[in-house]
């Protein structure tokens, strides 16, 4: 891979020419596979290595087709750069037990968001937000497959979830970037750099911040991130922001055999993962904390009306069979949806409601209901909160397959009507059995669309 000589002379500025002839070497180098896993699902994928800094990561020896492993499209792990797992750390670290709310600003495709969601386990509140609408469908389908009911996903601008009330203890901003940590992953991002884009991600990023952090609480943490080296957009900024916005600097103890390279700037320190270090791609990360107010208020300060409907009594009754409800609230939102969110996060969603904010989705979505007769959500299957006592259908490998491309068309069960398929344990999807063929209602959106082998008994 030729790299731009201006990118190399750069980098061989900042770290030494040495340094940067192994990272070059590095470059050269197939990237790592790594996983982590979603430890409310069921896993039979296995690496023989961990991610140090993430209990759930693992590196995979080679790089298996995922599309053909139905444990993938129940969710029970996610691809993950083991670089960027080094949150799972930070997190523990800054916020032991984890009851909080979490922004995760720039979210798609999910990697920050699906882990800070695993890390909550259910606790405390996440909202995913993606600017760009189609990235955030993709955001949207990898965090439904995780199935937890405490994340809202959002598609707006950092300036109105700034303005719009909802303030948060921890901020995560994983920045769009000039992404030379990524050359080796993605060549594509090698024929885009330039010292100029670099310097329009730098003014973007200062841009981004500047809109978010009245979203942060007093006291909050933003998580500064990039997948990216040089200085400008990485401890240059995280200074910046620290003089500019009444932030402070926070250290994270490391463990010194990681690899990680710590980066004292003037006020904050960074992070920087670079492959011929470490066991994965480029990555800066930066711990800041907020300690000067700026005009917003918490949740707590907001009306304690909720502006959310929820079900009357017979709704319920239809709803019973299908839902796990202990502790969670059941209302239908604007799109004429049923949704479950944690009684905990009402008042927030409704805040969140009552500001306008876009939602591509809130909690788990259940199903619709008319006329007292409900249809499930793909959602409800792939969630903690669909009842356990639902009809389900385990299927074989080859059958699993065949119903995530919609190509099984019956199956191995008396029960008739509403069911659950099922592989490993885990959920795909419901169908309707009919006795002598399935409707299949997994969305069509989500289907497996390569071809699948002949003999797929043999995989
Ligand atoms: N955090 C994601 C993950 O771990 O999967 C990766 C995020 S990616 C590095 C940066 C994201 O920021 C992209 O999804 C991009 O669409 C979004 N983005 C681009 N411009 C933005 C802006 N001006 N404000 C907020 N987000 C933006």
Redesign the pocket.
Known sequence: MKLPDLFFDRIAAQIGTDEARLLLKAIERPSPVSVRINPVKNNCISGNFQVPWCKYGYYLDERPVFTLDPDFHAGAYYVQEAS?MVLWHILETIAPGGNISVL??????????TLAAAWLSGKGMLVAN???KT?ANVLKYNILKEGHANVIITCV??SELGRSGPTFDIVIV????SGEGMFRKDPEAVSHWSVQNVETCAV?QKS?IADILPALKEGGFLIYST?TYNHEENINNADYFASEFGMEGRHIPLDESWGISVIEGKKTTGYQFFPHRVRGEGFFVSVLQKTEVNGTKGFGSKPKTSGISTLPPKSMECLKPWLKNEGMVVFEGSDGLIHVIPEAMLTQVDSMFKAKVYMLSAGITAGKLTKDVFIPDHSLALSHSMSTLLPRVELDKTEALLYLKKQLNTIRSGTKGWTVASYNGNALGFLKNLGDRINNYLPNEYRILMDLPTDITAL
């Not at 995760?104 to 968001?113: Q, V």
């Not at 994983?174 to 970037?177: E, F, H, I, R, S």
């Open positions: 960027s995760d600003l720039c979210a798609a495709p999910g990697g920050k968001s993606e600017v760009v990235r601008q950092p994983d920045a769009p970037c973007r981004i997948c």
